[in-house]
């Protein structure tokens, strides 16, 4: 027994949740696409955690995937203490956003085209070569900002008869 016994010091690799769908007419079979972003995902720095999967003709417009499955990726999220959830196919923002606050704060929604960006990210070594991927992320971020500063809307004064000068208005 030792008499201090080590601490590992590197930092925890993330929990993963993959998301696959299986459509019609893939030409592309799912369990070789969620291999894909399972090493894509290792790339990155996490570790896959479970792997979920639906069959749909297409997609929600509302969360992606059926109300059933969110409820049942919820669930495996809070069981294997997951940190990320990863779809193999793009979300778009309203998805993404009704994702997120379906499954709960800590837990990021993210898909294939973020997970990328994010492995270019890490491995950018050129201060030209960083930049570019920064504006790439960030190009690839700002339709996701909608609503991000609502809470402001609140002390906005509306226009109208004897409201000329309202709170931040010039």
Same mark, same amino acid.
């Given at each position: 027994?030792?008499?201090?016994?080590?601490?590992? %010091?590197?930092?925890?690799?993330? $929990?993963?949740?993959?998301?696959?769908?299986?459509? $019609?007419?893939?030409?592309?079979?799912?369990? @070789?696409?969620?291999?894909?972003?399972?090493?894509?995902?290792? %790339?990155?720095?996490?570790?896959?955690?479970?792997?979920?999967?639906? !069959?749909?003709?297409?997609?929600?417009?509302?969360? +992606?995937?059926?109300?059933?499955?969110?409820?049942?990726?919820?669930?495996?999220?809070? !069981?294997?203490?997951?940190?990320?959830?990863?779809?193999?196919?793009?979300?778009?923002?309203?998805?993404?956003?009704?994702?997120?606050?379906?499954?709960?704060?800590?837990?990021?929604?993210?898909? @294939? %085209?973020? /997970?990328?960006?994010?492995?270019?990210?890490?491995?950018?070594? %050129?201060?030209?070569? @960083?930049?570019?991927?920064?504006?790439?992320?960030?190009?690839?971020?700002?339709? $996701?900002? !909608?609503?991000?500063?609502?809470? /402001?809307?609140?002390?906005?004064? !509306?226009?109208?008869?004897?409201?000329? +000068?309202?709170?931040?208005?010039?």
């Amino acid at each position: 027994m030792a008499r201090f016994p080590l601490v590992p %010091t590197s930092p925890e690799p993330e $929990r993963a949740i993959l998301v696959g769908v299986e459509w $019609r007419d893939n030409a592309w079979p799912l369990d @070789r696409s969620l291999d894909e972003l399972e090493r894509l995902a290792h %790339t990155a720095g996490a570790q896959c955690a479970a792997r979920l999967s639906q !069959r749909l003709v297409k997609p929600f417009p509302k969360s +992606f995937i059926g109300s059933g499955k969110v409820e049942e990726l919820c669930g495996l999220v809070h !069981r294997m203490d997951a940190d990320v959830v990863i779809f193999d196919d793009d979300l778009t923002p309203s998805q993404q956003s009704y994702l997120e606050k379906a499954v709960g704060e800590p837990v990021k929604i993210i898909d @294939r %085209t973020a /997970l990328i960006l994010d492995i270019f990210g890490l491995h950018a070594q %050129t201060r030209e070569g @960083r930049l570019q991927v920064q504006l790439a992320q960030l190009q690839y971020l700002l339709p $996701r900002l !909608r609503g991000m500063w609502s809470h /402001l809307a609140k002390e906005q004064t !509306r226009g109208g008869i004897g409201s000329r +000068f309202g709170q931040g208005e010039s």
